[in-house]
């Protein structure tokens, strides 16, 4: 009897955090788009299945196979590559509300040239290319939300380019705390200077 309470107890809250992570996802969709109907979101999610994952572990390796895009719904990732010394570059953090994969591997079905892993414990939700674009050919509202996240993402690159070109590595840090205060709290203070480019010694102490 202890066991089926047990079943029933862990359905219950697979569901419950299905429906919180589905809610976030509409007012993520909404921000762009117009207001969805009940029918058309129930549509949007069918294409989604819910990921979770624990700190430390990965969400994308270096070789392998990048089936799926995600959004954050809760936790904090971090996307770097190694280089041929094994250096570490980081690349960018992903928190909630942003979308993280490796989009070469993703887009041309190549192997994965980078590594995602989770800074925190993670709740995403994952939709893998097949399903976007017949997403997008279903409903227009869909294809609108993706091209304007699509622009975003190519406005941010080149500010990001133009940063490096532009500021120096003090500057463009502090940038980074204007933007993301919280996240200096989220994530090891050796890792928010290496994705500014900082030397081993620290320009800026923060705590």
Known sequence: MMLVNLDQSLLLSRSSLFHRMSLLLKQ???????????EEF???????????????????????????????????????????????????FATETWWTTDYGAFYNREKASIYIDCVEDCELLAISLENREQLCKESHKM???????SNSGYV??????LSLLRMSAEDRFKQFVDLYPDLLQRVPKKCSHRIWAFPEKPLVDFK
């Open 42 to 92: 129930a549509h949007i999610l069918s294409f989604f299945k819910p990921v979770k994952r624990k700190k430390h572990q990965f969400l994308v390796q270096e070789n392998e196979n990048v089936p799926y895009e995600f959004w954050v719904v809760k936790g904090c990732l971090k996307e770097y590559y190694l280089d041929a010394n094994g250096k570490e570059h980081i690349l960018k």
């Open 143 to 149: 294809e609108r939300f993706w091209r304007v996240r």
């Open 156 to 161: 941010a690159l080149q500010k990001r380019i």
């Open 28 to 38: 993520h969709i909404e921000q762009i788009t117009s207001k969805l109907s009940d």
